[in-house]
């Protein structure tokens, strides 16, 4: 089986909204469509089971005009 999905937890700031948060979760489907996306919106928190970086997920979310930053922890 695939062993390269990893959890990420990253901290999206912006989401205002039900949209934005569905905004976010097409945005990272879009890079791994097998995604496992789980929006906090009110902790401003992402939590992804991926095959993507967390680098490439934050480059997109950033363009989707969001400021992302992976979480450790």
């Known amino acids: 089986m695939n062993e390269t999905r990893?959890?990420?937890?990253?901290?999206?700031?912006?989401m205002?909204?039900?949209g934005c948060a569905a905004a976010v979760t097409r945005t990272v489907k879009r890079i791994d469509p097998t995604a496992d996306v789980q929006v906090d919106r009110d902790a401003a928190r992402v939590a992804i089971?991926?095959?993507a970086q967390a680098l490439t997920i934050a480059e997109a979310l950033?363009?989707?005009?969001?400021?992302?930053t992976a979480m450790t922890g």
């Open 6 to 14: 990893a959890d990420l937890l990253m901290r999206v700031e912006g």
């Open 16 to 18: 205002t909204c039900d």
């Open 49 to 51: 089971r991926t095959d």
């Open 62 to 68: 950033t363009k989707a005009g969001y400021t992302a």
